[in-house]
């Protein structure tokens, strides 16, 4: 089965300060990976994937994410956070094996103080 | 425009009731989702429909059915509403039925007195 964790619920940084948050997956094929944002009270905006090729993929809004299959995890990183960026984040992964399901983290609450 | 819209964005009704939640895509896709958001905001795959027939189907009360007339629409009927069905719906589309990014609408609010 595969499954998603993030483990941190909330995180919180101070504007303009870098930000890493963590992913780690289980998956018995190849995984494909997404990070998505919710605003509050907003749908889900992607904001990047990986299916193959390089391991380190640049999304929208300065974001980017580095897959490493030996730790099994898809940190999202951005090098200078914006006090738009407060929303909440979810991993999710899907693979071949199951169709287009994707199955999510719990997700991490990210404040940005001024 | 909007890529994936739903109707209604907020719906408030007693227990016992039966409603109806629309979704529909202008993005061309052929694979539309439902997804079902606890209050904490754990999201999980309800079910999928490719080309208006039924290819994910997780375990979910059968008092939740849902209907695609084309591959554009697909919406949600829950039956005799209980208070744990209180949730945020999301509707979702793919290009195709294997791995492929999906896009979200904004989610309808359903809160069950």
């Not at chain 1, 992964?93 to 994707?102: A, F, R, Y």
């Not at chain 2, 739903?6 to 409603?19: I, S, W």
């Amino acid at each position: 089965a595969q499954s998603v964790t993030q483990p941190d619920i909330h995180i919180t940084v101070s504007e303009g300060a870098s930000l890493e948050l963590r992913c780690n997956y289980s998956y018995g094929a190849t995984p494909y990976l997404f990070w998505y944002v919710q605003s509050p009270g907003q749908g889900l905006q992607l904001l990047l994937k990986y299916f193959s090729g390089d391991t380190l993929v640049q999304g929208i809004k300065g974001f980017e994410a580095e897959f490493k299959r030996s730790q099994s995890s898809f940190n999202l990183r951005k090098p200078s956070v914006h006090w738009s960026d407060a929303a909440e984040y979810f991993c999710a992964v899907g693979g071949t094996g199951g169709g287009n399901k994707l199955t999510f983290g719990t997700g991490t609450q990210l404040k940005v103080e001024l | 425009d909007t890529a994936v819209s739903q109707t209604p964005k907020y719906l408030v009704t007693q227990m016992g009731n039966d409603k109806s939640i629309k979704c529909e895509q202008n993005l061309g896709h052929d694979t539309m989702y439902w997804y079902k958001q606890d209050s904490k905001k754990f999201l999980k795959i309800m079910f999928s429909y490719n080309n208006k027939e039924l290819i994910i189907n997780e375990t979910v009360p059968n008092r939740f059915s849902p209907k695609s007339p084309d591959k554009a629409h697909l919406n949600l009927h829950i039956n005799s509403l209980e208070l744990g069905d209180s949730a945020v719906y999301f509707c979702a589309s793919s290009q195709g039925a294997g791995v492929d990014t999906q896009y979200f609408g904004p989610g309808t609010r359903l809160t069950v007195l």
